[in-house]
């Protein structure tokens, strides 16, 4: 069997048994036309509770990265800073542990080749080192169903969130959230989870909370 009807064969058993489905770039562009104001938005944060290997996401980062680009490419600083941002308001979840590991591949691969013809030999590891952990921690193998993921011995615990938030320039925040808790207390109210306003927002407890670190150092201090 070759490999084009190998790949075939497993394609159609992964939509039989798991209803895997790729969504075409037009429709994706066409998806997220209808809410551009937020993908405009560098820090505005999106999931994708069956990302695949990431056909929105890689989308949704390339209109953010683009606006990076266009405000802040004249400094190399800005630009990191905000690709940081940009990068960590991305998060997926799929089922499908191979295709986490590609999502994340090809979300960091496209932050890379951006990074590196703007800046050529100036580009830092150090923020490479940065975007990939985020990548680690935003896309993760789990059942959104369930709102499950399995630890390193196969057991299933709670799917767990990073949320990021840029602190005094430099610095980054990190806090961790159950998913779960989310998604349960959201489903009871009609305001978003972080509102605007502090009166009428609902805050979930963090199930860690982190130093400050810088963006730069972020997989260091984590």
């Not at 990265?65 to 940081?84: D, I, P």
Request: charged share 25%; net charge negative; proline share 3%.
């Amino acid at each position: 069997m070759n490999n084009s009807i190998d790949s075939q064969v497993i394609s159609k058993k992964r939509v039989s048994d798991h209803g895997e489905v790729f969504t075409s770039k037009k429709i994706v562009n066409e998806m997220l036309d209808m809410v551009k104001h937020e993908t405009e938005r560098i820090d505005s944060k999106f999931l994708e509770p069956a990302c695949g290997t990431g056909n929105f996401l890689i989308e949704i980062l390339s209109r953010k990265l683009a606006l990076v680009g266009e405000r802040y490419s004249k400094s190399q600083f800005e630009y990191e800073r905000h690709s940081v941002i940009a990068i960590s308001s991305i998060y997926g979840i799929d089922i499908l542990e191979d295709n986490i590991s590609e999502c994340i591949n090809r979300l960091y691969k496209y932050f890379d080749n951006c990074y590196s013809a703007l800046y050529g030999n100036t580009a830092k590891d150090s923020c490479r080192d940065s975007v990939k952990f985020i990548l680690k921690q935003n896309i993760l193998h789990g059942d959104a169903l369930t709102l499950k993921t399995k630890d390193s011995s196969g057991n299933l615990k709670p799917i767990i969130f990073a949320e990021w938030s840029g602190v005094n320039g430099s610095m980054f925040k990190r806090r961790d959230f159950v998913f779960a808790h989310l998604i349960d207390q959201s489903s009871h109210r009609e305001m978003p989870l972080f509102s605007d306003l502090d009166e009428e927002a609902y805050i979930p407890e963090p199930v860690k909370d982190y130093p400050l670190a810088h963006f730069l150092e972020l997989g260091l201090k984590q």
